[in-house]
């Protein structure tokens, strides 16, 4: 409080300026003592000794409110939480869409598309959001008896993927097939790829049946006599039964097989789970007179 004029002692009568000055981030709330009421400068006739003081208070911040429109498809989230905020503060918004929807940007006291998005408050606002569909796609997946195409993830309920999802493909060839490659909107040679959602889409696989799996059977024919298989054949599927017989020459016989096959049975049955050689020995049959037996009757 500053006194016009500032002596320590006045005639009577005389008039005095009272003048209330506050430091800063307060404000003056009134005069207390020989005096009262608000008015600053105060004007005083001096016809008693007086005791005065002034009243200071801190001045309130400025608030503003902010408004959230809350739209159907997805929901703002402010942090810090509050109906209203001191004048100068930041307020971080969040966007949240519901399912099936995606943020589209701000509308009201804000902007753009940037989520979340710093709000700076320095009048009231209010502030909405908009949110859209995420566009959905088809996968046709062409499959055909020889094999079968996995995908993940599964579509939705509706058959249908959001846009930009990565779905992963595996070929499964059925029993006895392999898979060649794949066509459509897929492509390359290895049985598990992706397709990202980006539109409707329609991928295939092909498959091919597996080539069986072939031996070869060696006769090693003899001088003496020869092997016949049957059925005849330079290689055989896997798990063929051959049957093998060793015809002898005149004047040799049969002794046995080598290679192989063993034992001296004919003919004999091999089964092809392999390459294999088999060999057949003959003998010569035994010489010797001619010796016959009489019985003499009288």
């Known amino acids: 409080v500053s006194v016009e004029p500032n002596v320590t002692s006045y005639e009577a009568g005389t008039t005095i300026s009272l003048t209330a000055t506050p430091t800063a981030g307060f404000q003056f709330a009134g005069w207390n003592g020989d005096a009262a009421g608000m008015q600053n400068p105060l004007t005083l006739t001096m016809d008693a000794d007086k005791t005065i003081s002034a ?29 209203s905020y001191e004048a100068g503060a930041v307020v971080t918004l969040t966007a949240v869409p519901a399912s099936g929807f995606r943020f589209a940007g701000w509308g009201g006291d804000a902007s753009g598309t940037t989520n979340p998005l710093q709000l700076t408050m320095d009048v009231d606002k209010t502030v909405s959001a908009n949110f859209e569909p995420i566009p959905t796609y088809k996968l046709a997946i062409t499959e055909t008896s020889n094999g079968m195409i996995s995908t993940n993830p599964a579509p939705n309920e509706d058959g249908k993927y959001s846009n930009g999802t990565v779905v992963t493909l595996t070929a499964n060839p059925a029993a006895g097939f392999r898979f060649v490659a794949w066509s459509g909107d897929a492509s390359g040679s290895e049985p598990t790829t992706t397709v990202t959602m980006t539109a409707d889409k329609t991928v295939s696989a092909s498959f091919e049946a597996i080539p069986p799996t072939m031996y070869a059977l060696t006769l090693n024919q003899a001088e003496n006599g020869s092997i016949s298989a049957q059925p005849a054949a330079a290689t055989y599927e896997a798990g063929t039964v051959v049957t093998l017989t060793a015809t002898p020459a005149s004047g040799f016989r049969f002794s046995g097989w080598s290679g192989d096959a063993s034992g001296s049975a004919n003919p004999i049955t091999l089964t092809m789970d392999r390459d294999k050689a088999v060999s057949a020995t003959f003998e010569a049959l035994p010489t010797g007179p001619l010796v016959t037996s009489f019985t003499l009757i009288n």
């Open 55 to 83: 009243t200071f208070e801190a001045i309130p911040p400025i608030m503003y409110a902010l408004t959230l429109t809350q739209p159907e498809n997805g929901s703002i989230a402010a942090e810090p939480p509050a109906a």
